[in-house]
């Protein structure tokens, strides 16, 4: 059984709240849990102390028998202490493809010739 530390959604519409649960992968996202381990409430100021409830011990013996964290857990857990996040980042992904790569290059071989068209009859 693969389990998953993640969040679970309750609260009203537009006011969310969350438990922090260790789950069943195959489960719902709100559906059955194996252990509520803490809540996280994003509706209140970041420097609240009850924002970010969390049993931290709970927390690592899961993650020792084998459960993995979601992305926005793991950065719960990371700020508090008890998992170091690996940053994930790919600079590839936000680059131009193909064919924008080749707009880009007609429009400033464009740009090159008018500078040069305009530069010519200056120097006459």
Same mark, same amino acid.
């Given at each position: 059984m693969s389990l998953k530390i993640r969040l679970s959604r309750g609260g009203a519409k537009k006011r969310p709240f969350y438990r922090i649960v260790v789950a069943d992968a195959r489960m719902p996202r709100d559906g059955r849990f194996v252990e509520k381990i803490g809540t996280? !409430?994003?509706v209140k100021a970041k420097d609240d102390a009850t924002r970010l409830v969390? !049993?931290?011990e709970k927390a690592k013996e899961w993650i020792a028998k084998g459960a993995q964290p979601t992305d926005r857990v793991a950065r719960l857990l990371d700020s508090v202490g008890a998992l170091a996040r690996t940053v994930r980042n790919n600079p590839e992904k936000a680059l131009p493809k193909k064919k924008a790569q080749e707009r880009a290059a007609t @429009?400033?071989? @464009? @740009?090159e010739a008018a500078a040069a068209a305009a530069a010519a009859p200056a120097a006459e």
């Open positions: 996280f !409430d994003p969390l !049993d931290v @429009a400033a071989k @464009a @740009a």
